[in-house]
Every structure is written in C-alpha cells, then in structure tokens.
C-alpha cells in the first residue's frame, strides 16, 4: 500500500542540519538521525530502492507556517492517493534557507527518484537543485519556479500576472490621492519580487497621486504582516486607503490589524494574491476586496501528472504554468465551493 509521509524536523536537528550545510552540493554531508521525529519516515536510512515497484518522490516545502505552502502540501499529498505507484514524503522547509537546503542533502543522500522544490529563495536553492541533476536525480521546481537549471523540470503559475490582474484593477478602484501600504514577500523569491515589479509597473507608474505610507516585508507571514500595519495604523492616525499584498497571508494578518484599532475591512480596499480558504471566505464577508486565485489544488494536479510523465519517461523535461483567475465578491461563491470539495473549508461555509 503506497504510504504518504509528512516529516516536521525538531528544532535539536535543525541546529544540526544547519551545522552540516558548509558542505557543498556536490558532496553533501550526511544529516544526522533526527531525536524523536514526527514521523520519520519508514524508510529513512534504508535502501532506496523501492521494494515494491513504486517510485519515490520528495517535496521539500517552503514552511507549514505559510497558509498557501499548507494548502499545497497538502494538495499534493492528496493527489498522491490518485498515483500508486509514487511514494510521497513531504519536508518542512520551516522558511529558513539553511534547513530547506539540508533537505534538499538529505533527500539526494536518500536517492530519491524526483526532487520537487518549492522554495524558500530561488537563487539560495539554486545551487542545490542543480546538485539533485547532476546526482542523476529528476528535480522540479514550484511555486516559485528557478529558472535556467538545465534537466530541472517546473511547474508554477505566472507571478507578474497574479500582481498585473490586481494592479490594472486597482488604478480605478483606487482614490484620487490616496495613502496606501504595500506588504511584500521574501527578498529573492521570484513570485514575491515578480508580484511586487507588476504593481510597481502598471499601477505606480499610472498612479503618481498614490502615496505610499508604508512598504515592508512580511515574509508571507499573517503575524509580521499585522505587526507592520499595526505601527503603521499609529504612524498614520488610521489614514490609510488601500493595503496591497503580495499574498493572502499577509493581507489578511494587515486587516486583522486594521480591524483591532476599531476598523472595519468594509472601509479599506485590499488586494492580494493566492485564493486560500481564508481569504476567500473574507471577500464573501466584505473584509477583503479582492486577490488573484493561485489554486494549490491545480498545482499539485499538475505536479503529480508531470512527476509521473518524468518518471515512467513520457517526458524528459517539462515547464508549466497555471491560469490566474481573479475573485472578487461576485464570483466568490465558487471559489468557496472549490474549497469545501478539496476539504479545505467544511460544509455549508
């Protein structure tokens, strides 16, 4: 019976992982035994050759605190049942560039047959992926793609058009002279710098009365994100017209923010990206204005169709993309639909 893992490395083994990445791609040194594992995976440390015909697949995720990283964990694990014969194992990235890179080690030690990596920072995980190809081992980049590794494979949507959808919409959504906030993600992330170029270069560029009141980076993160507005709420008195996000995550931890000093997110306009079951369910509540849907559930039907084409030799290299719907309070009722049926919101949301 196929056996799909998810592995949360305690923090005694992050120290030590993070100890062993001086090593180099090329020669990756071994990670040690991880102390009490939640769970290690059954055949950690075994041989790697599949006893039972199938192949083995490991995804190295960018972090299980990022709401979209979960939702796409979790829909890959879930199309995984759909292919018997692939093995999934699922690796927490925890956000920090050290510990995705020991993964990524790991799992080439390991002689997984393909490598997906969604990561944490393209150019960081760069090196690394490349060691997966040149270790004779299929690799694929998501969310978001690295670019120009030879042999590595990529599925992903088109982060400049998730922003570009949202900022032409915004140049007349937007008031005249209005005071706006920007949230931003990771630096060196491609959909997080991609994202931000689209706003800067279709929306900035028409829009010279906007004020920019505040621009940080919240790294995805719902809890920095509320942080950020919230001094940004007392540098301002709660002047403030418009909060654009480069995610979901971090849209919503601003409204939060905005709806603790006595707000209401019917009074500000909100734009984002992801279409994550929180965020839809705050359109239908008048909360949040609107975001670009970047469906995990389309992802992982691809990454899975693609892995097993790589794999059983249908193709030798594939790059793909999804198609970045907007939703907005009148459409938003399928996308809670969406979300109910993949078991990401319960019935009758």
Known sequence: MKKVFLVLIAMLLVVAMIAGCSSTPDAPAPTPAPADPTPAPADQGEDPAPANGEFRMAFIARSQADPFAVWLSDAVLAEAENYPDITVTVYDGMADDSVQNAHIETAIVQGYDLIVVQPNNGEVQRSFVTAVVDAGILAM?????????????????????????????????????????????PPGNFHADERERAW???????????????????????PQAQTLMED?????????????????????????????????????????????????????????????????????????????????????????????PVVTIHNVQQFIDMHIAAGNLPPGS
């Open 141 to 185: 980049t998501t969310n978001a793609r690295i670019a120009g590794i030879d042999g590595a494979s990529s599925v992903d949507a088109d982060p400049f058009e998730q922003g570009a959808v949202q900022a032409r919409a915004a140049i007349d959504m937007i008031p005249e002279d209005a005071r706006v906030v920007v949230l931003l993600g």
């Open 200 to 222: 800067d270069e279709i929306f900035f560029s028409a829009r010279p009365d906007v004020v920019e009141v505040g621009r940080d980076i919240a790294n995805w993160e719902t």
């Open 232 to 324: 940004w709420i007392l540098a301002t008195d709660g002047q403030i017209d418009a909060i654009i996000s480069m995610n979901d995550g971090m849209v919503i931890g601003a409204i939060t923010a905005w709806e603790m000093a006595g707000r209401s997110g019917s009074d500000i306009l909100s734009f984002a990206v992801d279409g994550t079951a929180e965020a839809v369910l705050a359109i239908r509540d008048g909360r949040l204005t609107q975001t670009t849907l970047q469906s995990a559930n389309a992802l992982a039907e691809l990454i899975l169709s693609t892995a097993h084409d790589l794999l059983t030799g249908v193709q030798t290299q594939v790059d793909v993309d999804i198609d970045n």
